[in-house]
């Protein structure tokens, strides 16, 4: 079986190794407007060395977003501020895509246009907690707002809001996107049996709580092609409670198929428990083979924390092909490096996870 340092070909972009930079929120983009900057740039750059990195989530319309500066991929001014990360990703020899985020109903009335409703598959409010900024600019944690269901009529937009995303991508001079239907969010909304009980063509019946992703993937590989499009879910457990239905089983089955036969880059499968248990109770293995063997591409795991030999004998017993690292990614900028030399890997500082500057954030040491 390959190890995490072998390369690893996604459709045609070969990557030097198997340890992928997963997606970080790390509410940095500056202010006024959402911005990445010379702060990412520098971000990224030093990281170049991942097999592949995977952007932070990055809103694809201000309806979109529900946490404070975090980036977006909307305006002419995001667009040159990720061009100047992509620019020295590249410059770095490194290979970067990046996730398209809407957050649907995880969200505040405060993050949206003209203060109105989030949107959804449903009018069903989520537990999550949301973070605003008051008018003094201090933080403050509110339960997310009563979104309202999103009209029939408004579904081809929401679709057409992930292409012109994709467009904007490619003109910021990323090497692909990956969509985001995981965790709870609008595309996961849709997903879910639990939630997602529409009477139209878009909820009800698996093949229709489907179609929001399968529609929003394709009006990306439109932009980037089939080959430059990874997609991430959430199979085995999301976070803000979308409880989980028999059917969903064959949801996520269906979308590895059809995913697979569409020729899509990579799939990314994130579990909330296997952060929290691994294989110890409610993880499901023979989905995630299931959905491996359906698929028939590269899929990427993802929630590992420190343990990379547990990464290792996933690839080793055939649910992985490659991994991504979050936390480790954080403290570690030269990861690969570091696992290659069998080099102490550093610890990360929990508190700056969310903070503004570069402290937590650029200046991690490489080994010495």
């Known amino acids: 079986m390959p190890s995490l340092l072998d390369p690893i070909d996604l459709r045609g972009l070969r990557c030097p190794n198997r340890v992928f930079m997963a997606p970080l929120t790390r509410q940095r983009a500056r202010q006024p407007g959402d911005l990445p900057g010379e702060l990412q740039a520098e971000h990224y750059a030093q990281r170049a060395s991942f097999g592949l990195l995977i952007s932070e989530a990055t809103w694809i319309t201000q309806e979109g977003k529900g ?109 692909g996107v990956e969509v985001h239907a995981a965790n709870s969010y609008l595309i996961n909304q849709f997903l879910s049996g639990s939630l997602n009980t529409r009477t139209d063509a878009w909820g009800g019946s698996v093949e229709n709580r489907l179609r929001l992703l399968l529609e929003a993937t394709h009006a990306v590989a439109e932009v980037f092609g089939y080959a430059r499009v990874g997609v991430r879910l959430s199979p085995m457990g999301s976070v803000a409670d979308l409880p989980p239905v028999p059917d969903d089983r064959e949801v996520y089955v269906r979308a590895a198929r059809e995913l697979g036969r ?81 080099a102490e890997l550093a610890a990360w500082d929990e508190s700056t996870f969310y903070a503004d500057g570069a402290k937590g954030y650029n200046d991690y040491p490489r080994m010495g």
């Open 67 to 175: 946490y404070p500066c975090t980036p977006g991929i909307r305006t002419p001014e995001q667009v040159a501020g990720w061009r100047t990360v992509t620019d020295r990703v590249h410059a770095a020899g490194g290979r970067i895509f990046l996730q398209l985020w809407h957050v649907g109903r995880v969200s505040h009335s405060a993050w949206q246009p003209g203060g109105g409703a989030p949107v959804s598959s449903a009018a069903a409010a989520s537990k999550a907690q949301i973070t605003i900024i008051r008018e003094d600019g201090s933080r403050e944690r509110v339960p997310a707002s009563m979104p309202r269901a999103l009209r029939t009529d408004e579904m081809p937009r929401v679709v057409e809001d992930y292409a012109h995303a994709a467009r904007n991508a490619k003109a910021a001079g990323f090497d």
């Open 262 to 342: 569409a020729g899509c880059a990579f799939l990314h499968l994130f579990n909330h428990h296997w952060m929290q248990q691994r294989w110890d109770g409610p993880f499901d293995l023979a989905l995630a083979e299931e959905m491996k063997r359906e698929f028939d591409g590269p899929v990427v795991m993802n929630g590992y924390g420190r343990d990379v030999a547990a990464a290792q004998v996933d690839m080793d017993r055939g649910i992985a092909d490659a991994i991504a690292f979050g936390k480790l990614a954080i403290s570690n900028p030269d990861l690969p490096e570091r696992i290659a030399a069998g």
